[in-house]
């Protein structure tokens, strides 16, 4: 087999960010104003509190405006919805992200359907899931959007490559599917009810995995040469880990993802990069 190909989400991540902070510099210089991302937490959910302690610490180092909202766990929902109403009015946020899961006395989808479709840059408001769907230019969900980043840094041809996805979720298997058909490859998505999976895992030319069990995907499930990319974070034994068998699938594959450092430095970037355009769209930049 040729030799195999890290793909390096910490690099493509880090430029990404750079070209991102380099635009958000000039913007500012050419208009006075810079892009502001808000970010709602609600609850005290150790995990989530890192995450938005960690995004707040990235907008402040790359020029962003930050607003950032921690609510208590037992916060109504009609509290919520007002705080929404009104980060939607605020002029100087471009971006809103609620941090999920949210409590279970709050409507899921009621919360994210009442973020302006214009600020939404997770990108899961059914407007933007609806553009996305039919073709066109949406706030497109993080992570899928910055796997197609990777994709493109490396130089892989989508156009026409079987890309087989495992998983259907709102969040990473559906919105890759759009993303990828956009750009013209043949689209299979497996789900848990898939009859004899790893066949149709063996056809995919880029095998995106994406259903959260540690080492799912073993070698007989890739064809040789095939990109891999593993969207799995499960922790076992203390250890972050991806679902894919990456030791023994690295062996055929032509390109790769590992975890911890391959799609998941992606998703930041991606949300950055959403809120930047979201501000230029709302100024006509
Ligand atoms: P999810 O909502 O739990 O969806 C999992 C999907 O996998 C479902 O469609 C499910 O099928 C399918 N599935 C589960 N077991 C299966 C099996 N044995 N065979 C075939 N399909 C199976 O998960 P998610 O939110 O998409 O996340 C998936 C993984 O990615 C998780 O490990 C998550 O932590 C990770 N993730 C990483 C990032 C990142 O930034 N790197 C971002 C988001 C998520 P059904 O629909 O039939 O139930």
């Known amino acids: 087999m ?108 009621k919360v994210l359907e009442a973020i302006d479709p214009k600020k939404d840059v997770d990108g899961f408001h059914p407007v933007n899931v609806g553009t996305l769907t039919s073709g066109g230019n949406a706030l497109a969900p993080c992570t899928p959007a910055g796997i197609i980043e990777m994709l493109d840094f490396y130089k892989i041809d989508i156009e026409g490559q079987h890309a087989v996805i495992l998983g259907r979720s709102n969040l990473v298997g559906k919105p890759m599917a759009s993303l990828l058909l956009k750009r013209h490859a043949t689209v299979t998505i497996c789900h848990s009810r898939t009859r004899d999976l790893p066949t149709v895992a063996r056809s995919a030319d880029i095998l995106v995995a994406a259903i959260g069990k540690p080492g799912f995907v073993t070698p007989d499930m890739v064809k040789e040469g095939a990109v891999v990319i593993d969207v799995g974070i499960n922790r076992v034994d203390g250890k972050l880990v991806g679902d894919v068998d990456f030791e023994q699938v690295a062996e055929k594959a032509a390109f790769i993802t590992p975890v911890p450092g391959g799609v998941g430095p992606m998703t930041i970037a991606m949300l950055m990069k959403n809120t930047l355009s979201a501000f230029k769209k709302t100024n006509n930049l």
């Open 2 to 109: 040729d030799v195999m190909t890290l793909i390096d989400g910490k690099k493509v991540s880090a430029e990404i960010k750079e070209q991102v902070a380099d635009e958000v510099g000039k913007l500012k210089k050419q208009t006075g104003k810079v892009p502001g991302l808000a970010v709602v937490l609600v609850g005290e959910d150790p995990a989530s509190a890192v995450y938005v302690k960690n995004k707040n610490k990235t907008c402040e180092k790359m020029g962003f405006q930050s607003f950032s909202h921690t609510l208590s766990a037992d916060t109504e929902e009609k509290v919520l919805l007002k705080l929404i109403a009104d980060l939607n009015a605020n002029p100087e946020v471009n971006g809103i992200l609620v941090q999920l899961p949210l409590p279970d006395h709050i409507n899921e989808h």
